[in-house]
């Protein structure tokens, strides 16, 4: 008979053989406990950085408040399409279908799921395909997406586990849950629930049914591999995992989850009863995600825009700035842009031909139309804004007399002043300058006789303007031109006043339309507005684009009342289109560039022609190419069209100069300062004899003397002048 006490001392060798090993467990247990008590005390959250977010370019029709996916001309983004959505954006049936894929205790647990994990285990060991769920909660994944790297190490996933309940302390779950559907990769390039659901359907994430957003939620695991366009079984498996989760949690019926199986991967759009069209429940072909949107932005170079409003972002917000989910609304105008391509491209459409670049610039400032290049994809200069664009400037001809000419009437100087019009003078080289005289000559190679500055003005007289940059010096004409709106850094030499400096369109457009303003500069803006994510407005051209009075009225007027003679009677007749307009030809050397830049009282308009790597250019007949012929008639197809329904207004018949230039002076000699103390009027004046000299000891232009005293003359300017031969008109 056996003791009943004889299995004892078994059963305590047993326990006492094995106390070594409970209590190490029981060591190991109190040091986890204490170190992921110490974890959580002294592991921090790193600071969080906001997620790459595409931004937005939207056209002037677009109203405040409005730019996005079904808006925008353009999408900014870099590698990744995000845009951020809050809870009440995400539908029901989108949370319920994520939670039954990933995360179904997600409003239960405290960051970390010991069950989940139990039977992520479990599930792994048995090769189950029915409604799998990974070990890591939603929140864990945030973090490993969010604050740490993929790297499968126990340290990482014990930092993973503390940081997850860190977060569950400062963050509510819907706040996190949003997070991270905005942060979620979901392939084809788009991160985000509303990248993907706009990427996949065409639709925003808030109008998802079932069947879209139970297809989205069987992504997240892996993407690439369930894209039903590449690997429909293994997305219709994924789908339905997602189904059977959300039966299971008693989100869906049986009947609604069979629907959504039973929904094919790849149908065509329908057509509703009220005759608009249903989008396809899956596409069989994504289009491409490209910067540019709707068909009405096709070649009419909206590209070049976008380029513009990217570097104008990097260059106020820094490096990335098209990154952070701004919502841009620029003055890009559609119907004035098209206008603008179609009058260039109807006059300059040879591939091997002159290339041709056109700015529009309205009475706020605002740029309305912008013709940069000719193809985008052939090339990414950008013609209109010269070295800005990524190309050179360009000689402006005589379009830069106006500006010397505000600076002659600033001066005190009326436009009946009469000068000597030879056919070409000779200025000698100035202090400081490597190269010989400069010997401006006339378009035409003929003498005019005399002539006052609005008739020189009018035929476009190279030697008369020779004669005003004596009187008022370079370095007063180079400040106007600033001053007007021109940015280039321009050397204050002689020739300066017939254009031999480089600028850009862009620029000309500028000058020209402060003029028309009545003196009143606005630097030109391609970006009225710019909102954040959040929708809070970070600039605004209302009140932080510059507005300088760079003239008096009276002055800019002046200026004005010429150059409508320019068009009306003058080298800029081709330019004539039935309504007042002022402006004025250019064309430089060799007929390498010619120009038209005019402007009603409501817009503004710049035209250039040339090749981008200069040369002489020509028209029928083998003359050569000026600013009267084809740039005065594109400016006058894009006016007529851009203006048609303006209200006509007249221009003021104005010149403010009191002192008349009438007699002879030597630029060597100083201008008397001694006012006439009977000053004759400009219709009462002697006739000086014309002269049909090449050269004179110091200068074939002459004038008669003031009759009041002149400003102080300028000291000569020390800097290099141009080609000593000017030949423009």
């Known amino acids: 008979m056996t003791d009943s006490t004889s299995t004892t001392p078994n059963r305590r060798s047993i326990f006492w053989r094995m106390r070594a090993l409970f209590y190490g467990l029981l060591v190991f247990g109190v040091v986890a406990i204490g170190g992921l008590w110490t974890a959580l005390n002294t592991l921090k959250l790193p600071p969080e950085q906001r997620p790459i977010e595409t931004s937005f370019v939207c056209d002037i029709e677009v109203a405040d408040g409005e730019c996005g996916f079904d808006t925008a001309m353009a999408r900014l983004k870099v590698e990744e399409e995000r845009v951020l959505v809050t809870y009440d954006d995400l539908p029901p049936v989108l949370v319920q279908a994520v939670l039954a894929a990933e995360d179904r205790k997600f409003f239960d647990h405290n960051g970390v799921d010991p069950v989940g994990i139990t039977r992520a285990i479990y599930q792994d060991l048995l090769g189950s395909s029915e409604s799998q769920q990974g070990g890591s909660t939603i929140t864990q994944q945030y973090v490993k997406n969010v604050y740490l790297t993929s790297e499968r190490t126990f340290d990482r996933k014990l930092r993973e586990a503390v940081l997850a309940i860190k977060l569950e302390r400062e963050l509510g779950k819907r706040e996190i849950l949003t997070r991270y559907l905005n942060e979620i990769y979901f392939g084809r390039g788009a991160y985000g629930v509303e990248a993907a659901s706009r990427t996949y359907f065409g639709i925003p994430a808030k109008d998802l049914d079932l069947a879209q957003a139970t297809y989205l939620a069987g992504l997240i695991r892996s993407p690439e591999t369930a894209d039903a366009t590449q690997h429909p079984d293994v997305a219709d498996q994924r789908r339905r995992s997602v189904l059977v989760g959300m039966v299971k949690e008693g989100y869906i019926t049986q009947a609604d989850a069979d629907a959504a199986a039973a929904t094919p991967w790849v149908t065509e759009p329908t057509e509703r009863d009220d005759g608009s069209v249903q989008p396809a429940t899956i596409r069989a072909r994504v289009t491409e995600v490209t910067d540019f949107g709707p068909v009405k932005y096709e070649d009419i170079g909206s590209e070049y825009w976008v380029d513009w409003v990217r570097l104008q972002l990097r260059a106020r917000f820094g490096p990335g700035a098209e990154t952070r989910g701004f919502r841009v609304y620029t003055t890009f105008d559609p119907k004035l842009q098209s206008d603008a391509v179609e009058s260039v491209d109807g006059y300059l459409s040879d591939a091997d031909g002159p290339l041709g670049s056109l700015v529009a610039v309205d009475n706020d400032g605002r740029v309305r139309a912008m013709v940069a290049g000719r193809d985008y994809d ?8 010269g070295v800005a664009g990524g190309g050179a400037g360009r000689s402006p001809g005589s379009t830069f007399k106006p500006i010397a000419l505000a600076a002659f009437v600033e001066d005190g100087f009326s436009i009946q002043s009469r000068f000597e019009a030879p056919p070409t003078t000779q200025f000698p080289g100035i202090e400081g300058d490597d190269g010989g005289p400069w010997s401006p000559a006339n378009y035409d190679r003929a003498g005019h006789g005399v002539q006052t500055v609005e008739q020189a003005t009018w035929q476009s007289t190279n030697t008369v303007y020779a004669g005003m940059a004596d009187t008022v010096q370079p370095a007063r004409i180079a400040d106007m031109a600033n001053r007007l709106g021109v940015t280039a850094e321009l050397k204050p030499v002689y020739a300066l006043v017939l254009g031999a400096e480089g600028v850009s369109v862009m620029d000309m457009a500028s000058a020209y339309s402060t003029l028309s303003r009545h003196g009143l500069r606005i630097n030109p803006y391609i970006i009225r507005r710019i909102e954040d994510s959040d929708g809070n407005v970070v600039f605004n051209a209302v009140t932080d684009v510059e507005r300088t009075q760079a003239v008096s009225p009276d002055v800019a007027d002046t200026v004005t009342n010429v150059l409508t003679g320019v068009i009306s009677k003058g080298t800029g007749k081709a330019a004539a289109f039935g309504s007042p307009a002022a402006g004025k030809t250019g064309t430089t050397d060799d007929a390498k560039d010619a120009w038209f830049v005019g402007y009603t009282c409501n817009l503004t308009a710049a035209v250039w022609m040339g090749y981008e790597n200069p040369r002489t250019m020509t028209v029928g007949g083998g003359g050569q190419m000026s600013g009267g012929a084809t740039p ?29 230039l009438n007699g002879e002076y030597s630029p060597t000699r100083p201008v008397p300062s001694t006012p006439s103390t009977s000053a004759p009027s400009s219709s009462s004046t002697t006739s000086v004899p014309s002269s049909s000299s090449t050269s004179v000891p110091r200068s074939t232009t002459t004038v008669r003397p003031p009759t009041t005293a002149p400003p102080t003359t300028a000291p000569r300017p020390t800097t290099s002048a141009p080609p000593t031969t000017a030949r423009t008109g």
């Open 378 to 385: 052939s090339s990414k200069v950008n013609l209109a804004m």
């Open 632 to 660: 005065a008639r594109i400016w006058r197809s894009f006016m007529s069209r851009a203006t048609a329904g303006d209200d006509d207004c007249r221009f003021p018949k104005i010149d403010v100069g009191e002192k008349v």
